[in-house]
């Protein structure tokens, strides 16, 4: 499986971006999906993952109500992301769980995730 990430870009604060991950290879073989994003200077944070049978859902606090994370029948990831917010600033990946090592309950480590997409970098100027 192959992940390219697109979508990313320079907005003020309050403004929209919706990123998308395309998957390509063998996607049946996918889990759960999921975003992080790491800051300059910051360790690599989780942001949203979703299953890939009941598309259950899951959200760091800072991005409940703010964003949202779906996936399409194509295995193409979205993260619609309203009210953006100056520390929303970072490179944001897409992730894919090949092996299941996501369930049940660690849909926000990175380690349970096997393949990543290569980052889109998200600035949000105040």
């Known amino acids: 499986v192959q992940l390219q990430a697109s979508g990313g870009g320079f907005v003020q604060t309050g403004g929209s971006l919706r990123l998308s991950c395309a998957a390509s290879?063998?996607?049946?073989?996918?889990?759960?999906m999921g975003w992080f994003r790491q800051a300059p200077g910051k360790e690599r944070e989780f942001v949203a993952s979703?299953?890939?049978?009941?598309?259950?859902t899951n959200y760091v606090a800072s991005a409940k109500g703010r964003f949202t994370i779906s996936r399409d029948s194509s295995s193409t990831l979205y993260l619609q992301m309203n009210g953006l917010k100056p520390e929303d600033t970072a490179v944001y990946y897409c992730?894919?769980?090949?092996?299941?090592?996501?369930?049940?309950?660690?849909?926000?480590?990175?380690?349970?995730?096997?393949?990543w997409g290569q980052g889109t970098q998200v600035t949000v100027s105040s």
């Open positions: 290879g063998r996607t049946r073989r996918m889990y759960s």
């Open positions: 992730a894919a769980d090949l092996t299941g090592r996501t369930w049940p309950d660690q849909y926000d480590s990175g380690r349970a995730y096997d393949q």
């Open positions: 979703i299953t890939g049978s009941a598309g259950s």
